[in-house]
């Protein structure tokens, strides 16, 4: 059983001894700190938090464990049920809320669960706000109104005023994408996309195939959406003569495609594909974190425009989006946030505007991806032996390529221009570990950095 606690929200498997997993008593623990870290910041309002959930087996319950814990703080709940991430973001914005809570462990397995906090913009809370929380919830400075002051419960669905939202961005040509008449299949791995983003491609024109689309949280595969998890997908597109393969992730705020004879088209080229059409349209920077393929960067540089690397997580990315001002930005998971509609992994608008570049650029999903920069990437984990060593390996990388472009935004980041490769190591929160990125123009190049920084690495460990 695990509990991990850390600024982007509270995530745990469901059962257990408190502080073990994700316990009843966690989660009145930390959803009442969320309402007094609230309370704080707006000391004589009447709070209005909104709550939405993924489709979880586990959500009901600690849906009404959350929405009674923030009543018994006196606070009004806006139930938004069965709602994906990026809608219960946007409820919040929709309702001029002073927060909500997500109820999902994202592309975590059906035992986890989550609590995933946001401030009034529908954001999720700083660095700074997410210690103060956990520290609140360590010295249960917290209490409970008497019976005149409880809160009240209200139910509302958001997913329609979401897609409105959606659709009436005008980078959303509906029209050029009727015209295509495009067919999709869409796996939402048993969670609410399954409900939620039909309606979107029913309103686009687009014949969908349901795959996996039946919300009962018990999921049919690993539901992060990498490539060995959408084989089935891959193969339906091929059967039913799709133009593509939609997949996304539990709470709908990650995205991958498969192109139309079943091969990926790259997790990291949604966001790629995204931006290319958006800066086509609109002038500005772009962001992604350091992790991220180099793609985004070449592209944006084609448009004239400037790149900006984050540190790792949506929370940094969104900083750095509000910084710079840029026009796009996400994560090379899938993640596209497009600032015009709101700060915040979106899957829907991906759709969206991927489905306005196919139907606009007239190729084949395959060409498409053909058409940007080709990039291979290695993933590795250093295991440490002793942890305390973390520190030191990372400094020591430093220094050994300190010829080379250096980023210690996040860990450390090699840019090896000449060759238009980059490593990426940074440690991990939970583990005695080392993540190890290498992205190269060709998989044996990345795999050869990869072998070489691990090398590297080994030497360091070993004096």
Same mark, same amino acid.
């Given at each position: 059983?695990?509990?991990?606690? #850390?600024?982007?929200?509270?995530?745990?498997?469901?059962?257990?001894?408190?502080?073990?997993?994700?316990?009843?008593? $966690?989660?009145?623990?930390?959803?009442?700190? !969320? *309402?007094?870290?609230?309370?704080?910041? !707006?000391?004589?309002?009447?709070?209005?938090?909104?709550? @939405?959930? $993924? /489709?979880?087996?586990?959500?009901?319950? %600690?849906?009404?464990?959350?929405? +009674?814990? =923030?009543?018994?703080? @006196?606070?009004?709940?806006?139930?938004?049920?069965?709602? #994906?991430?990026?809608?219960?973001?946007?409820? %919040?914005i929709f309702e001029k809320a002073d927060g909500g809570i997500i109820l999902t462990a994202s592309h975590n397995p059906k035992q986890w669960n989550a609590l995933k906090l946001l401030n009034e913009k529908g954001e999720f809370l700083t660095a700074q706000e997410g210690e103060e929380l956990l520290q609140i919830a360590e010295r249960e400075e917290?209490?409970?109104?008497?019976?005149?002051?409880?809160?009240?419960?209200?139910?509302?669905?958001?997913?329609?005023?979401?897609?409105?939202?959606?659709? *009436?961005?005008?980078?959303?040509?509906?029209?050029?994408?009727?015209?295509?008449?495009?067919?999709?299949?869409?796996?939402?791995?048993?969670?609410?996309?399954?409900?939620?983003?039909?309606?979107?491609?029913?309103?686009?024109?687009?014949?969908?195939?349901?795959?996996?689309? #039946?919300?009962?949280? $018990?999921?049919?595969?690993?539901?992060?959406?990498?490539?060995?998890?959408?084989?089935?997908?891959?193969?339906?597109?091929?059967?039913? +003569?799709?133009?593509? +393969?939609? *997949?996304?992730?539990? $709470?709908?705020?990650?995205? /991958?495609?498969?192109?139309?004879?079943?091969?990926?088209?790259?997790?990291?080229?949604?966001?790629?594909?995204?931006?290319?059409? %958006?800066?086509?349209?609109?002038?500005?920077?772009?962001?992604?974190?350091?992790?991220?393929?180099?793609?985004?960067?070449?592209?944006?540089?084609?448009?004239?425009?400037?790149? !900006?690397?984050?540190?790792?997580?949506?929370?940094?990315?969104?900083?750095?989006?509000?910084?710079?001002?840029?026009?796009?930005?996400?994560?090379?998971?899938?993640?596209?946030?497009?600032?015009? =509609?709101?700060?915040?992994?979106?899957?829907?608008?991906?759709?969206?505007?991927?489905?306005?570049?196919?139907?606009?650029?007239?190729?084949?999903?395959?060409? =498409?991806?053909?058409?940007?920069?080709?990039?291979?990437?290695?993933?590795?984990?250093?295991?440490?032996?002793?942890?305390?060593?973390?520190?030191?390996?990372?400094?020591?990388?430093?220094k050994v390529y300190q010829g080379e472009d250096v980023s210690l935004i996040d860990g450390v980041k090699v840019t090896f221009d000449s060759t238009k490769s980059f490593a990426h190591l940074r440690k991990s929160n939970t583990e005695p570990i080392i993540r190890l990125y290498c992205e190269a123009p060709t998989q044996k190049e990345a795999d050869?950095?990869?072998?070489?920084?691990?090398?590297?690495?080994?030497?360091?460990?070993?004096?």
């Open positions: 059983m695990t509990l991990i606690k #850390s600024i982007s929200g509270i995530r745990g498997t469901i059962g257990g001894k408190p502080g073990d997993g994700l316990t009843p008593l $966690d989660v009145v623990k930390f959803t009442a700190a !969320y *309402s007094t870290l609230i309370k704080k910041k !707006y000391p004589n309002r009447e709070l209005k938090i909104v709550v @939405g959930r $993924d /489709a979880r087996i586990s959500g009901e319950l %600690v849906n009404n464990l959350v929405c +009674g814990t =923030l009543c018994a703080c @006196g606070a009004n709940v806006v139930n938004a049920g069965l709602a #994906s991430t990026p809608t219960t973001e946007m409820a %919040v917290f209490e409970f109104v008497d019976i005149d002051n409880v809160g009240k419960i209200t139910c509302k669905d958001f997913t329609q005023e979401h897609i409105n939202a959606v659709l *009436s961005d005008s980078l959303v040509d509906i029209q050029a994408i009727k015209n295509e008449q495009f067919k999709v299949v869409l796996d939402a791995v048993n969670s609410v996309g399954g409900v939620t983003m039909p309606l979107l491609l029913e309103r686009l024109g687009v014949e969908c195939i349901k795959l996996n689309c #039946s919300p009962t949280g $018990d999921f049919a595969h690993n539901p992060e959406p990498l490539p060995k998890n959408l084989v089935e997908l891959s193969e339906a597109v091929v059967k039913n +003569g799709a133009h593509l +393969g939609i *997949s996304v992730d539990p $709470d709908v705020d990650r995205l /991958a495609f498969i192109c139309e004879d079943g091969t990926p088209f790259g997790e990291e080229y949604t966001l790629v594909s995204v931006a290319d059409y %958006v800066l086509q349209n609109i002038k500005g920077p772009t962001v992604s974190n350091l992790s991220s393929t180099r793609a985004l960067r070449d592209v944006t540089e084609a448009f004239g425009e400037k790149y !900006y690397p984050a540190a790792v997580g949506e929370v940094n990315v969104t900083t750095k989006m509000h910084e710079v001002n840029a026009v796009i930005g996400g994560e090379g998971n899938g993640g596209v946030i497009y600032p015009a =509609l709101h700060h915040g992994r979106d899957a829907y608008m991906g759709v969206a505007l991927f489905l306005s570049n196919l139907a606009h650029k007239r190729v084949k999903m395959s060409e =498409l991806r053909d058409s940007y920069p080709q990039y291979f990437i290695s993933k590795n984990r250093i295991e440490i032996s002793e942890p305390q060593l973390v520190d030191k390996i990372l400094e020591s990388v430093a050869a950095l990869a072998e070489s920084i691990l090398a590297k690495v080994n030497e360091i460990e070993i004096k």
